[in-house]
T-cell receptor, first 111, second 113 residues
């Protein structure tokens, strides 16, 4: 069964810093990987979707990479802002049509 | 506006009293799914549906039922809720089985006493 791990569980950085969030998965047979943001009491907002054939995707200050063979993805956030404070989750879409989520990294950006 | 709508947002009920959480999407998506989110366990998939009348179990289906009679609706039914089903529930949809990002509803916080 697919297992998805996100380390660290929590991260605190000063405003303006560049940072990297990590996601690892045990089964490389995936269709895609998606990064989400979750604000307290809210649903999940999709940030980036990377197909299994792609290496990276970019949206504004966000860049996500995928190394399927090693079972790793990273989310790079450039020039962090207090508004980036949230929990970030990654999810892999397995070949069995199910989704598997990590437990998230709680990010705090200090003004 | 393209969205996934869940109702209710909050629900408190007692053990054994049947309840339904509704989910509707207006994006003509084929794939819909339900998740529960618990501290330390993350999101776990309960059921999913690849199209009308096609549903399948996720990782934690025990105690839940679903139906997909129309493309836009995918209700989650708890026939006899128990306290261990107290959780935050999310419905999500995507264009196809392997297409497009997942779009989430705002969640339903369920408490079973």
């Amino acid at each position: 069964k697919q297992e998805v791990t996100q380390i660290p569980a929590a991260l605190s950085v000063p405003e303006g810093e560049n940072l990297v969030l990590n996601c690892s998965f045990t089964d490389s047979a995936i269709y895609n990987l998606q990064w989400f943001r979750q604000d307290p009491g809210k649903g999940l907002t999709s940030l980036l979707l990377i197909q299994s054939s792609q290496r990276e995707q970019t949206s504004g200050r966000l860049n996500a990479s995928l190394d399927k063979s090693s079972g790793r993805s990273t989310l790079y956030i450039a020039a962090s802002q207090p508004g980036d404070s949230a929990t970030y989750l990654c999810a892999v879409r397995g070949t069995g049509n199910q989704f598997y989520f990590g437990t998230g990294t709680s990010l705090t950006v200090i003004p | 506006e393209a969205q996934v709508t869940q109702n209710p947002r909050y629900l408190i009920t007692v053990t054994g009293k049947k309840l339904t959480v509704t989910c509707s999407q207006n994006m003509n998506h084929e794939y819909m799914s339900w998740y529960r989110q618990d501290p330390g366990l993350g999101l776990r998939q309960i059921y999913y549906s690849m199209n009308v009348e096609v549903t399948d179990k996720g990782d934690v289906p025990e105690g839940y039922k679903v139906s997909r009679k129309e493309k836009r609706n995918f209700p989650l039914i708890l026939e006899s809720p128990s306290p261990n089903q107290t959780s935050l529930y999310f419905c999500a949809s995507s264009l196809g089985v392997r297409q497009g990002p997942l779009h989430f509803g705002n969640g339903t916080r369920l408490t079973v006493t």
